[in-house]
Structures are given as C-alpha cells and as structure tokens.
C-alpha cells in the first residue's frame, strides 16, 4: 500500500526486524522506527494481523519497506528457514514475544504452563541465539530482548511467567557477555506495567505504567549509547532493587 497523500519517506538504508510484531508494543517500535526512516520486517504467527499493521504503518509514513514475515516462537526446527527468508540481516533486532498467561490454571494445567515457558523463554532465546551467530559473523548489529520486572524475583501472583522472563534475562546477560568483545550490541528493557492488550482489564497504577509508545521511543534510543539493562520507567529499578533486598522470611509475608 502506498500513501497517495505523503511523499515516501527517505530510507536510511537500515532494517529492524520485530519479532511479535503484532503485539502493542511490537507495533509501536515498528512505527518509531519506520517514522525515522527504517525499513522493517514484522514477524509473527498472526499474519494477517501483521499485514494489517504494515498497511497502516505504510499509510502513515508513506514508505513501502514494510515487509510481513510468519513466525510461530514455538516451531524451534523452522528457526533457520526463516532467516534465511529475510534476505538481508537486519540490523536491529528488537523481540517482544510475551505471554502472560493464567497463574492459577498454570499450577494445575502443565500445557499451559509449558506454553508460558516456552513462549516467554525458550523459543526467544532459542531464535536470538541463530540470529546472533550470524549477526556476530556479519561483524555488528542490535539485539534488543523485552522482559519483564516480573523476572527479577518470584512473586506468588505470576511465578510461572516471572520465572520464564527470569530465565530469558539470564539468556540475555550472557548473551551479552559473550558478544561483548564483537560489535553485536544486546540490551535487556524491562518495562513494568505497559498499558496493552495484554493488561487490559487490569487496575494497573498510573505513575508506574506506560505506554506502548514510550517503550517503544526507549527501544529506538538504544541504538547509539552502551545501556545494558533498562528500565523504561527509573521507578521500577529502585522498587525492583527494594524487593530484590528483602528477606525471604519477610518476603513470604507480602502478597505479591
């Protein structure tokens, strides 16, 4: 689709790939990028979804480097073919697969235990790890990995899904630590309560929350700098610290 009421956008040459890209947040990267000039590659299981976002994506910034690529996170063995169906590596790569899942039916249902695990954990980390071998052999680019608060100590309310984004930081950090002598850059965000479909319904705090897009103008800012892990709201890395410090004896007691 093309903007018959915009001039194309200038390309700068460089392209993101958004895996989850039918996701809030997903969604909002992929714009912030395309506004400044990126090509992008949305990936998802939902392509019909995806395409809907390239379309929109295209109309407002007037530009035709939006591609739509499938993705099932789960499918492990189909890992490889898809990147090779990107053509060109791109040059950042930000993830934003995520599922919150049921605490309650997770205790007692191990599927969908083994899917929130998976989603959160092994599959990202999993498709990274291939696209970070070839990254470090091109010699530069990007990887930036969303988690969660959530991972940064078990709480009784979301263990399941806390214990899968702790496992996919941990992924992270030594992925990080293994490319740190390369030019391939990984940056772990964290961005607390972000207001998405994925929360709606939920009675989130204002001052603790943001929107999709402010994760997004984050994730954009990290392409110059050295960050390593962020917080998309500085709150969260004092609160987080607080309760990371606690006794378990008085930890156990909160209701969290």
């Known amino acids: 689709m093309t903007n018959l009421h915009k001039p194309k956008s200038i390309s700068t040459g460089k392209r993101l790939l958004v895996i989850g890209g039918t996701s809030d947040i997903g969604r909002a990267v992929a714009d912030a990028y395309a506004a400044k000039g990126w090509g992008v590659a949305l990936a998802a299981r939902d392509v019909e979804r995806a395409r809907r976002n390239a379309d929109d994506i295209q109309t407002r910034h007037g530009t035709d480097h939006v591609s739509v690529h499938p993705i099932d996170i789960l499918d492990t063995a189909s890992f ?3 990147i090779d169906s990107l053509g060109a590596l791109p040059d950042s790569i930000v993830c934003v697969v995520g599922m919150l899942g049921d605490q309650p039916r997770a205790q007692g249902d191990p599927d ?37 608060v ?10 399941v899904y806390g214990a899968s984004k702790a496992g996919f930081s941990a992924y992270l950090s030594g992925l990080r630590n293994r490319l740190s002598q390369t030019d391939v850059r990984v940056v772990t965000v964290k961005p607390g309560f972000v207001r998405t479909s994925m929360t709606e319904g939920m009675d989130l705090p204002g001052a603790l929350t943001a929107a999709p897009e402010a994760v997004a103008q984050r994730i954009l800012g990290l392409q110059t700098g050295n960050a390593n892990v962020v917080y998309v709201l500085s709150a969260w890395r004092l609160i987080m610290g607080i309760i990371r410090a606690l006794p378990e004896p008085i930890f156990k007691r909160l209701k969290l």
Do not use: C, Q
């Not at 599959?123 to 790890?129: C, D, I, K, V």
């Open 112 to 148: 969908h235990a083994t899917a929130i695990i998976r989603t959160n954990f092994e599959g990202p980390a999993l498709l990274l790890e291939a696209l970070a071998g070839r990254l470090a052999a091109r010699g530069d680019g990007l990887i930036v990995g969303v988690s969660s």
């Open 150 to 159: 959530a991972g940064d100590r078990g709480r009784a309310s979301n263990y």
């Open 80 to 82: 490889d073919a898809f």
